[in-house]
């Protein structure tokens, strides 16, 4: 191709994607006789392929992360305009959109200050726990370094992202992992590991965090880092009790609290960020996906003063600041793509909008519980939901998980994407998962739901 794209063009754009591009998540085998999926156009909630077939993206960019919707040109312009003026510079110093998004960003955030910009979650999440590691060396004589996850809960995809996943098929055949990450377990109450219900569940979960601590000894264990409601491995929405008694036992041990917002930040659960529906204060807030809404890479690190001060109380020391760089945490398209997208969810009123009609989906999911027995359980907040598949109510034994997938094959088929748990919690991988982006309306969840229903009719009955 000479870099102008003509319809006559497609099968060339084809043949180099299946000849010269290795797709994530994907088995390649099938395109020695098929045809890779190539999304050409997307505008609003709706994306085209190479086939002109038309579908209404139920997740968000198939990863919860356009949350603004498609064919959004004055990010696009603002993007341009700043690339134009100026596209990088090193995180060693300032630049205009970087300054001006980290004051908004913050204003969103009370009770934190600071703003470490990186490319990824992944390298986010990266950051947070090489801040850990360095305050245990600065004050804890490399101690207090241990950093704890949550089972279920997913941080990112490097080594030492997956050595704190506690998702085993996304880590399988990865290892040997980085030492001092401790898995503590998760708080969905429908696979309740307790005889409990509702807030006392939600204690004993959080209790349970509690006994991982001393058994590791609390001088040790020097952050926890969980999700604010669990994403790809089941959406999970914690009990209530939960995080109130988190945050009581990390202000009792001293363990910094770190909050990777990567799915749920910027709009996705009906807040600005997840954690702002319990009240709890955290030390760290990762986040990225929403951040910009996919219209440029952007990732941000963001702490409290108490954070940043532990890396400039002794100047004379040449080892005491944070001895990091991200180098394309340097790009000015992030922030300012991040800028415009903040000012849309604000002048549009989408978070009103995400409430409004995640209540409006979720209780159009119990209804399609109420039709078909093999959806056990449906949960979520905002325009973040599941609906999770078995073979059994009473046992809750889950469906296989190639049935589960049918079920997306099937909505695809229909014009409809959504997802599902993949490869991640081996033997549960079967709940369905939905992202709208925050524009939705009835009209797009009737047609998202009215897909499920006609999908799991077919591959269930």
Known sequence: MDGKFLDNDIEKVVDADRAHVWHHLTQHKPFETGEPRIILEGKDMRVWDQKGKEYVDAVSGGVWTVNVGYGRERI???????????????????????????????????????????????????????????????????????????????????????????????????????????????????RAQWDLSGEEYGIAAANAIEEVILAEGPDTVGALCLEPITAGGGVIVPPEGYWPRVQEICEKYDILLHIDEVVCGVGRTGTWFGYQHYGVKPDFVTMAKGVASGYAAIACCVTS??????????????????????????????????????????????????????????????????????????????????????????????????????????????????????????????TLCYSPALIATKDDIDEIISATDKALTKVFG
Request: net charge neutral; with cysteine; proline share 4%.
């Open 76 to 190: 696009a312009n603002a993007v341009r305009d700043q690339l134009v003026k100026l596209p990088y510079f090193a995180g060693s110093a300032g630049s205009i959109p970087g300054a001006l998004f980290s004051e908004k960003l913050i204003s969103k955030m009370p009770g934190l200050t600071r703003v470490y910009y990186t490319n990824s979650g992944s390298e986010a999440n990266e950051k947070a726990f090489k801040m850990v590691r360095q305050i245990a060396h600065k004050r804890y004589g490399g101690k207090k370094h241990k950093i704890l996850y949550r089972d279920r809960d997913y941080h990112g995809t490097t080594i030492a992202t997956l050595s704190a996943g506690g998702q085993d098929e996304r880590g399988a055949q990865y290892g040997p992992y980085v030492p001092g990450f401790v898995r503590v377990p998760h708080c969905l109450e429908y």
């Open 305 to 430: 003063e108490r954070v940043f001060d532990m890396f400039k109380d002794d100047a004379s020391d040449p080892m005491n600041y944070f001895r990091d760089i991200s180098t394309f945490g340097g790009c000015t398209a992030g922030p300012a793509a991040a800028l415009e997208n903040m000012a849309i969810i604000e002048e549009e009123n989408l978070l009103d909008n995400c409430n409004a009609m995640g209540a409006y989906m979720l209780d159009q999911l119990h209804a399609l519980k109420d039709k078909h027995a093999v959806i056990g359980d449906v949960r979520g907040k905002g325009l973040f939901l599941g609906a999770e598949l078995v073979s059994d109510r009473t046992s809750k034994e889950p469906v296989d998980e190639k049935q589960a997938q049918a079920v997306v094959g099937d909505c695809g088929a229909q014009g409809v994407i959504i997802g599902v748990t993949n490869r991640s919690i081996p033997g549960f991988n079967n």
